[in-house]
């Protein structure tokens, strides 16, 4: 017994280390052979689940977590574990009990606040929503993600980008399943209607990149116009899907203005399909397109229109949304010409239309 006991202690300690260096494979691997060694044990189970969420495994994790809470019901970490496989599942009800529990156990939980005011949000509840990533802050979570989320509350301080950490996640949890999301449930088609206007151009193009390139929708329809095709994409889930698809020649997880500002390579096409919703302030990509592109090369992308008013604003959604005025100013600082623009729907929030802009430009 006590060589089973060792061996499974060892499988754990090594899932620990693996969890805690970002190896979510390998962790959640040892958690279960430990798991195997001593069925029951709501340490492991809670590793177990944590790490399973780390893959998106949200209803293994859920169910790993619920067996750990039927043993210790006082558990803060794996009520606030719990409460993010069942928020990723979308039982917003469940997972605010959850973390509430969990906060009423331990209240100096920082990010289990961040987690309350994201769910309060979901549920329709902004003005608690505020309080919790205010307490947030207060308890020592981070304060530029909170902060994020309190601006696209209240509207006011306007950050001119999202926090890195914020898209990275979102993307690296969103890319299971990712397309038929958008396609089925979103109704999305910027790529489409971005590169039908193209192949209306005529025009065949020596170099192309797909900026925010995602799993590689836009690839599939870029790659018969363009020579070579190179893609960027933050989120690294996201980029080894788009080069499993095998359309691309180069696939570079960066940021998009930092990748434009440092490449020595130079496009004749760049396009952005729903991608600068999560940007803010476009003149480091403008500058940076602008850099990288030769007399004649065409820019074209996509954003969720706003009132001519603002530049930009963040939308309590988390996604920015631009004015065709910030974007004809950007064009001409830029030595962009405006070939086309068309208002149209950028996809569906619930059933409901988004107004978006689409721009073609061609640089002077």
């Not at 096409?269 to 065409?298: K, Q």
Request: charged letters at 25%.
């Amino acid at each position: 017994m006590s060589s089973i006991f060792e061996q499974a202690r060892q499988f754990f300690a090594q899932g620990l280390g693996h969890y805690q260096a970002g190896r979510f494979k390998e962790a959640e691997r040892d958690f279960a052979a430990s798991l195997a060694l001593l069925p029951g044990r709501p340490s492991t189970l809670t590793n177990l689940g944590a790490a399973r969420l780390k893959l998106g495994k949200f209803e293994e994790a859920a169910d790993l977590l619920e067996e750990a809470l039927a043993q210790e019901p006082d558990n803060p970490e794996a009520l606030g574990h719990r409460a993010t496989a069942l928020a990723e599942l979308g039982k917003q009800a469940q997972a605010l009990d959850c973390i509430e529990r969990a906060l009423a156990l331990n209240p100096a939980l920082g990010p289990a606040w961040t987690l309350r005011g994201s769910l309060l949000k979901e549920l329709g509840r902004p003005d608690e929503a505020a309080a919790a990533y205010e307490q947030a802050i207060a308890r020592g979570a981070d304060v530029e993600l909170n902060s994020y989320y309190l601006a696209a509350l209240r509207g006011d301080e306007l950050p001119e980008a999202p926090p890195r950490q914020y898209v990275q996640s979102l993307f690296d949890g969103y890319a299971d399943g990712f397309e038929e999301h958008l396609v089925e449930v979103l109704n999305y088609r910027a790529p489409t209607i971005l590169v039908d206007e193209l192949r209306r151009m005529q025009r065949r193009f020596g170099s192309a990149l797909d900026l925010g390139c995602g799993t590689g929708l836009c690839g599939l329809l870029l790659k018969p116009l363009s020579q070579t095709l190179h893609g960027v994409d933050l989120s690294g889930n996201m980029v080894e899907r788009a080069v499993a698809r095998g359309v691309y020649d180069a696939v570079e997880q960066a940021d998009v203005a930092r990748y434009l500002a440092g490449t020595q390579q130079r496009y004749d096409l760049v396009l952005a399909a729903d991608v600068f919703i999560y940007v803010g302030a476009l003149e480091p990509v403008f500058a940076g397109v602008a850099r990288v592109m030769p007399t004649d090369g065409v820019f074209c992308f996509s954003v969720e229109a706003c009132e001519e008013g603002p530049d930009f604003a963040l939308r309590p959604s988390l996604r920015y949304a631009h004015s065709l005025a910030y974007i004809r100013r950007l064009a001409g600082e830029y030595a962009f010409d405006i070939q086309a623009t068309t208002a149209h729907a950028i996809r569906e929030d619930q059933g409901v239309p988004i107004p978006g802009i689409f721009a073609w430009l061609v640089r002077r």
